[in-house]
């Protein structure tokens, strides 16, 4: 599917700023389902736009926003280096949760009022992306959400003040969840998974799970840990839910 990959909107932020958000969707007629792709530590890298295209040739409109658009300019790529980790680990301190759960409230208000969106709604990411886009699914209007490694999410360390609140409200989730895993990622260890397991039993949350032998990052196609064969059978599990959710497929 031809797509348009060259898009973006400056959205307005409540701190007087703008968060680029960057846009990929097939250039064909028609309305298709819109998802808000979060990225990792590094923003909106070279992986990170070859996986939205990725996703949007399925036939999604896939928005992607900076998630350290008050501290960074807009466009700001940080490398996969130590020195880029270092600052992406340390944005990720800094940001308050609360400006997290807003470019996720703006992003889906971004997609919702696309002329070349559906208005059903998803979100999907990768490492601190994969946190971000649970909490984005506390948004009643997020149908479905596919998380990749979500980091965080066990230990409650997210943002200004290291104190979330995500466990506590996976009762907040309406829609369906797919969960995937490294079992060698040393981010989320298996006592780690196991408490966020338990928790979306005693909710009773409608998700789905799967453990893989990846390390973290494994989605990544630049790099070691990038594993192919996992990265097809992984994003399938995606599609499958998107397709039963979005679409009707």
Known sequence: MILRSDEFEDVPSADGGVMRTHLFRPALPGRFPGLVLFSEIYQVTAPIRRLAAYIAGHGYVVAVPEVYHEHEAPGTV??????????????????????????AGLALDLLAAH?????????????????LALRAAFDPRVAAAALFYPTDVHSGTLGAGRQDDSLARLDELGGE??????????HVPFAGRETIRARLEAVGARYEWHEVNAAHAFLRDEGPRYDPALFAQA??????????TLTGG
């Open 235 to 244: 994003t399938g599990w995606m599609f499958a839910l998107f397709a039963r």
């Open 78 to 103: 940080l490398a996969y280096d130590q020195p880029g980790t270092d600052r992406g680990n340390a944005l990720k301190i800094t940001k308050p949760v609360a400006g997290f759960d807003a470019d």
């Open 115 to 131: 002329p070349a969106c559906t208005g059903r709604l998803g979100s999907v990411g990768v490492c601190l992306g994969g946190h």
């Open 177 to 186: 969840t797919l969960f995937v895993w490294g079992r060698q990622d040393p």
